[in-house]
């Protein structure tokens, strides 16, 4: 028999209760029909609360709906490219042709890091303008409308081809609302990579509205995605306006020009008096001083992005801890994945309370700044369109405040090309994660051009640009507006 004073001790000693509060659960009644309706599907995310209110609100709208795609559907076509060994090749390869996957299909002017020989083997990987993409697997129910940069390029068999007879643009402001992207989502499967397929489309309800009103919708997207199209002609002119200026041969020449070793190791010297505290080979490669001495060949000057003449400031946003909120009670938040894109998806809201002072120090975007990509992925650029004002950007992303107007244009373009892009990589640093600061932006070379003309013109040709996807940001909310007021949520 235990009778010490400990055992006594235990015995009394007083309980603690431990209270926990309790978890709000999201949850709803299935009629067994819906069940047997849906596939005879069990999982969750087919049910969703929000998803179901999403499909009430469809179905008692103010029109009658009909299905996304199906027999009596507004997609006439629903499909994607078929499963293939992908064999890459350079860009220089004979037939090349940018492959875009489905998360750089939503940039405003894909860039394609990845190249195949096109033929019939990939034909159906091929888009035609007009065609509304949907992303399939991985992240679901990202959208975007196939304008003439797109329909250039292969896009991956993880992007749904929806095609209309018409008014595809009405599809795709459906299908990049709130509501609609809840009802492509409801229909997702797969425990480990998480996808839908065209079937599932035939149960996802469009609101039938007027034809007066899906035409209306329809040509602002057009124009929309028209506008981006003439912003990226006009990127390009002033990009061969520069490289026909400083005569730049292609990055792919500079390239091979610059391999020292029959075996193609990349094996060169560098003086000591040149290591500038670096130890680190990328920091050294023979094509920067390549392109470097080209430009002092052919500019009028070289000098770098912290002159006084090119930037009035550079800021790198120091890290924190970030407190956000719901939409419409804080400042939108990107962060450097979302950097190409008109309109960013999967935005996030910063708290003002939180972080007001820190967002009008250091995290405030401003019209025709340069952002640069400073961690992880290195060398992204990007000019700050004017509906992007007074947005907030993560800490992983540089703002190089431009001198004045007259420079924020072609600074952006220099440092948006192959060559701008191979020097702002050379200050990488990290040997997990890839690293540049602000100190290194300062010092990329940048050319001043010898023709004065010609750098006004490629600094309009920017600017120019940045206006026109401006307005095919305004045009493509106007859609959204008319989508939300007079169908979706019409009385």
């Given at each position: 028999m ?8 235990l015995d009394n ?5 431990v209270?926990t509060?309790?978890?709000?659960l ?10 047997i309706?849906?596939g005879?599907?069990l999982e969750?995310s087919?049910?969703?609360?929000e ?5 009430a609100?469809?179905?008692?709208g103010?029109?009658?709906t ?6 009596q ?5 629903a ?16 037939n ?8 750089e299909?939503l940039?405003?002017?894909p860039r394609?890091?990845?190249f195949?020989?096109?033929g019939?083997?990939?034909?159906d990987?091929h888009?035609?303008e ?6 399939r ?5 990202n959208?975007?409308?196939?304008n003439?940069t797109?329909?250039?390029f292969?896009?991956?068999e993880?992007?749904i ?7 595809s643009g009405y599809?795709y402001?459906f299908?990049?609302t709130?509501?609609?992207k809840?009802?492509v ?10 996808q839908?397929?065209p ?7 469009v ?10 919708i329809?040509n ?5 995605f028209k506008?981006r199209?003439e912003?990226?002609?006009?990127i ?7 490289i026909d200026?400083?005569?730049?041969p292609?990055i792919?020449e500079f390239?091979q020009n610059?391999?020292k070793?029959s075996a193609?190791v990349?094996?060169f010297n560098v003086k000591l008096?040149n290591?500038?505290?670096?130890v680190?080979a ?26 006084e003449?090119i930037?009035s400031d550079i800021i ?7 407190v956000y ?5 804080g400042r939108?938040f990107i ?25 009008s120090?250091q995290?405030e ?12 992925t290195i060398g ?10 007074n ?8 703002r ?14 220099f440092l948006?090309?192959?060559y ?14 890839d690293?540049i ?7 990329i ?7 004065k003309?010609?750098q006004?013109q490629?600094?309009?040709?920017a ?16 859609a959204?507006?008319?989508m939300?007021?007079?169908v979706?949520?019409a009385?």
């Amino acid at each position: 028999m235990v009778n010490s004073n400990l055992a006594h001790k235990l015995d009394n000693e007083n309980t603690i209760d431990v209270e926990t509060n309790d978890i709000p659960l999201k949850w709803c009644s299935v009629s067994l029909s819906d069940v047997i309706f849906r596939g005879k599907r069990l999982e969750a995310s087919v049910f969703d609360v929000e998803a179901i209110q999403a499909l009430a609100l469809i179905n008692n709208g103010k029109y009658k709906t009909v299905p996304l795609y199906g027999d009596q559907g507004i997609v006439n076509k629903a499909h994607y490219g078929s499963r293939l060994k992908r064999n890459y090749v350079t860009p220089e390869h004979e037939n090349s042709i940018g492959f875009i996957s489905s998360s750089e299909m939503l940039d405003i002017y894909p860039r394609p890091v990845k190249f195949m020989v096109d033929g019939e083997k990939v034909h159906d990987l091929h888009v035609k303008e007009g065609t509304v993409l949907l992303s399939r697997s991985g992240t679901i129910g990202n959208v975007t409308f196939v304008n003439k940069t797109l329909s250039k390029f292969l896009v991956s068999e993880h992007a749904i081809r929806l095609e209309c007879t018409d008014n595809s643009g009405y599809v795709y402001t459906f299908l990049k609302t709130k509501i609609g992207k809840k009802l492509v989502c409801s229909n997702i499967y797969g425990a480990v990579i998480q996808q839908i397929e065209p079937a599932h489309l035939t149960m996802v309800p469009v609101p039938d509205a007027p034809k007066e009103i899906k035409e209306r919708i329809h040509n602002l997207i057009v124009e929309s995605f028209k506008l981006r199209d003439e912003s990226n002609e006009l990127i390009d002119q002033a990009t061969a306006l520069l490289i026909d200026e400083l005569k730049l041969p292609s990055i792919s020449e500079f390239k091979q020009n610059n391999i020292k070793n029959s075996a193609n190791v990349n094996a060169f010297n560098v003086k000591l008096s040149n290591l500038a505290g670096r130890v680190d080979a990328s920091y050294h490669l023979p094509i920067v001083d390549a392109i470097v001495n080209h430009l002092r060949k052919y500019a009028e000057e070289v000098t770098t992005v912290g002159d006084e003449r090119i930037s009035s400031d550079i800021i790198l946003p120091g890290r924190f801890k970030r407190v956000y909120v719901d939409e419409g009670f804080g400042r939108v938040f990107i962060g450097g994945k979302q950097l190409w894109e008109l309109d960013p998806t999967n935005k996030k809201y910063l708290s003002l309370t939180h972080h007001g002072d820190r967002i009008s120090k250091q995290l405030e975007l401003h019209e025709n700044m340069t952002l640069i990509t400073c961690s992880g992925t290195i060398g992204k650029v990007a000019l700050v369109g004017k509906h992007w004002e007074n947005w907030t950007a993560n800490q992983h992303i540089i703002r190089v405040v431009p001198a004045d107007l007259n420079i924020a244009g072609y600074l952006n373009i220099f440092l948006s090309s192959d060559y701008g892009n191979v020097l702002i990589r050379r200050f990488t640093y990290g040997s997990v994660v890839d690293e540049i600061d602000n100190n290194h932006v300062s010092q990329i070379a940048i050319p001043l051009l010898k023709n004065k003309d010609v750098q006004k013109q490629i600094n309009d040709f920017a600017l120019e640009a940045n206006q026109k996807r401006y307005k095919a940001y305004k045009l493509e909310q106007q859609a959204l507006d008319i989508m939300d007021n007079e169908v979706i949520f019409a009385k």
